[in-house]
């Protein structure tokens, strides 16, 4: 203690002391209240982030029902292409395969062009080619069918 007591024992020392103890004091006063306003001001930016964040919500509240309603009609119309898309590949087989039967007619409604005597002749070279050109392409589509 006695130690402590000569840190007292000039005036010099004593002066440094209670100025450095004031100093102190002040700084702590000051500091304090700085804190003091600066959790007051926190507090009301905690309360103002509250009310914003309560106001943003209530804005994206139906935003979010509608995103929901979004997707759900999402999910519905896919489903419903799927089941579109798998019916139109069902196959019943409940009824025969039809086979078609072509008929061609113009093989009895045409005939091969026929000359007699000496027509041939008296015809044009062009009106004879034009017969044989016929006649040619009756023997190639009906010939084989009147055989």
Known sequence: MTEFLSLFAGAKSFLLITVAGLVAAIGAYFSGRKIGTTQAKAADDVQAAKEETQQAQQ?????LKSARWQAMLKQKMLLSAMILLATGCANQNTTPTIKYITVDSSCTAFQPIRTHGKDADVMDIRTVRAINTHND???R???????
């Open 59 to 63: 804005v994206v509240k139906p935003r």
């Open 137 to 139: 392409t009756w023997d």
């Open 141 to 147: 589509i009906c010939g084989s069918a009147t055989k």
